[in-house]
């Protein structure tokens, strides 16, 4: 599966869902279940290394000011809803987090920023299909998020890294 394969399966599954994060997951997984078992983990394989991509801690900041706080798993959470809006969110923000103020204007941080589902959606159309849990993927997994952290809960420090965000979602 190409990039281009896999990202067409994400909008896809966004565009049938209508945004919903969850409804989202659920109409991957039955993208997926009309793959190969091979594809699938190929599609696997993608959104891994796009989930730890984007583990980085200046986008782990604009997730902090989006959601009001961010916990790791909460970050984690983030990450695979941030996927889930497709290549060009995707791209722009982990290039230049601040930039998710123009990319997603219409954020509901009640409604998005949490697409931990979506992290699971090859896993359970793997399973559905052969009936084995998804096999390691190679991917490697980063024991830190990318970069030197700084106090996120720092008004002045958050307002100068993430002018954009912060004027929207800052105290």
């Known amino acids: 599966m190409d990039e281009t394969a896999f990202w067409q399966l994400v909008d896809d599954a966004r565009d049938a ?7 989202q997951a659920e109409a991957l997984v039955e993208q997926l279940l009309r793959l190969t078992p091979d594809d699938v983990l190929d599609f696997a394989r993608q959104f891994e290394a796009r989930f730890q ?15 009001g706080g961010a916990s ?36 509901d941080e009640a409604e998005d920023g949490d697409a931990e589902d979506l992290g699971y959606a090859a896993d359970e159309a793997y399973e559905r299909l052969t009936g084995l849990p998804l096999p390691e993927l190679g ?3 980063p024991p830190a998020a990318e970069g030197v952290f700084f106090d996120f809960a720092d008004g002045a420090v958050m307002a100068a890294r993430y002018p954009r965000l912060w004027e929207l979602y800052g105290d």
């Open 72 to 107: 790791e798993d909460g970050f984690d959470y983030f990450r695979c809803w941030l996927i889930g809006q497709g290549r060009e969110v995707f791209e722009g923000a982990v290039h230049e987090p601040d930039a998710l103020a123009e990319l997603v204007p219409d954020f």
């Open 139 to 141: 991917v490697r997994q």
């Open 53 to 67: 991509r984007a583990y980085t801690v200046e986008l782990w900041g604009a997730a902090y000011l989006l959601l």
């Open 17 to 23: 869902a209508e945004g919903d994060p969850d409804e």
